[in-house]
């Protein structure tokens, strides 16, 4: 990315062109509009503040974030759960374990396909053709029920001692669940009620 993709960021683009202006006339005052008058460590404070800010006093930021964080928590407990119950239950070698992560794989694979194709449609056909970020959270209005679903066929078919695949076919809805909640608010960052 460093060698082939361009800078995008404006203060530091105007920053590369006020300096050499600084330099041909002699004037330190020359800076660009966007260059912030705040020391660093004010810079920092604003930094980590604004966030927070957010989190606290926007009640739909604050669901959000902890949705995701509870979503993040059922991935990592898949991860965590899968080496224990395909090992000691299915008799899965070290080596061919891994298989077990494909079903989470194939899920993700799928949800990010069925959210590239839905979610655009579904944001322009929400309200009367206007267009605001809130509307990509109906797809994982639509998406975040495959995770209990996921999570039920996984445990059921696990205790039961099904086929092996079984399990790894819940984990697919699981998996499908986990990137419509991941996807959707990344696409609606610019809340309108907390801005």
Known sequence: ?????????AATILERRSSPLRKDTGNPS?????????????????????PAKRLVFSPIALLLSTFTAIAYGYLYLLFTTFPIIFQEQYHFSNGIVGIA??????????GVVILGVTSDRLMKKSVDGEIIPEYRLLA?????????????????SAKAETHWIVP????????????SIYVSPTGSSSFKCCS
């Open 140 to 156: 994982m209005m639509y998406g975040a029920p495959c995770i209990p679903i996921g999570l039920f066929w996984f445990g059921w």
């Open 101 to 110: 992560y494909l079903g989470i794989g194939v899920g993700a694979v799928t």
């Open 1 to 9: 990315m460093l060698i082939f993709m361009r800078e995008t960021y």
């Open 168 to 179: 790894i076919i819940g984990s697919l809805f699981d998996a499908i669940g986990i990137v």
């Open 30 to 50: 020359l800076r660009p509009q966007v260059h912030s008058a705040l020391a660093p460590k004010a810079g920092f404070i604003r930094a980590i503040m604004r």
